[in-house]
T-cell receptor
Framework: QQQVKQSPQSLIVQKGGIPIINCAYE??????FPWYQQFPGKGPALLIA?????SEKKEGRFTISFNKSAKQFSLHIMDSQPGDSATYFC?????????????FGQGTTLQVKP | SQTIHQWPATLVQPVGSPLSLECTVE??????LYWYRQAAGRGLQLLFY??????ISSEVPQNLSASRPQDRQFILSSKKLLLSDSGFYLC???????????????FGPGTRLTVT
């Protein structure tokens, strides 16, 4: 119930392609869903996040699509660039409380070929 | 603006030696603080979190402990390191009273620990 399942584990696309990373969850109490981008040897950086009352959110070339009934959400990267090559993590936060704890997916390693 | 620092950046320690990793946050008050460990090529495992000074919650039983002696300081310790303690240790903070969702969690640069 507390897991977030992320797929695929790795992904290779050509420059300009639209990689899609998917996450699924079971706990309907989750109320916040962020995506993080991590480059080798660096800490993860918050990329974009969505609340369950919104079906889509765009920030620049990054879009989150959220399907509450299916308990799934995904990250789309438009016009992908070699600089987008990184590991991406989805996460979810349980509702209520003051801990702010996030549960992370296992990560997707993205390679964008020039 | 808020910044988060971790040190040291890298550390090589023998098995059985003690450990102390430090994390400090600037530009915010009473943040929630978190310690994560990331094994090579793996996801993020939450080790400890703290909602205030002296308040520490452990997520997994292990060879590590955490302390929060000051509002914006979070320390990860071990009395005797094991080989399995090797990994990339990340500190993060969030401020549930801030704007936007208030749930945003921001990570430090990490400490690479190798136990030999």
């Amino acid at each position: 119930q507390q897991q977030v399942k992320q797929s695929p584990q790795s992904l290779i696309v050509q420059k300009g392609g639209i990689p899609i990373i998917n996450c699924a969850y079971e706990n309907t109490a989750f109320d916040y869903f962020p995506w993080y981008q991590q480059f080798p040897g660096k800490g993860p950086a918050l990329l974009i996040a969505i609340r369950p009352d919104v079906s889509e959110k765009k920030e620049g070339r990054f879009t989150i699509s959220f399907n509450k009934s299916a308990k799934q959400f995904s990250l789309h990267i438009m016009d992908s660039q070699p600089g987008d090559s990184a590991t991406y993590f989805c996460a979810a936060k349980g509702g209520g409380g003051n801990t702010g704890k996030l549960i992370f997916g296992q990560g997707t390693t993205l390679q964008v070929k020039p | 603006s808020q910044t988060i620092h971790q040190w040291p950046a890298t550390l090589v320690q023998p098995v059985g030696s003690p450990l102390s990793l430090e994390c400090t946050v600037e530009g915010t008050s009473n943040p929630n603080l978190y310690w994560y460990r990331q094994a090579a090529g793996r996801g993020l495992q939450l080790l400890f979190y703290s909602v205030g000074i002296g308040q520490i919650s452990s997520e997994v039983p292990q060879n590590l402990s955490a302390s929060r002696p000051q509002d914006r300081q979070f320390i990860l310790s071990s009395k005797k390191l094991l080989l399995s303690d090797s990994g990339f240790y990340l500190c993060a903070w969030s401020d549930l009273t801030s704007g936007r969702a208030g749930y945003e969690q921001y990570f430090g640069p990490g400490t690479r620990l190798t136990v030999t």
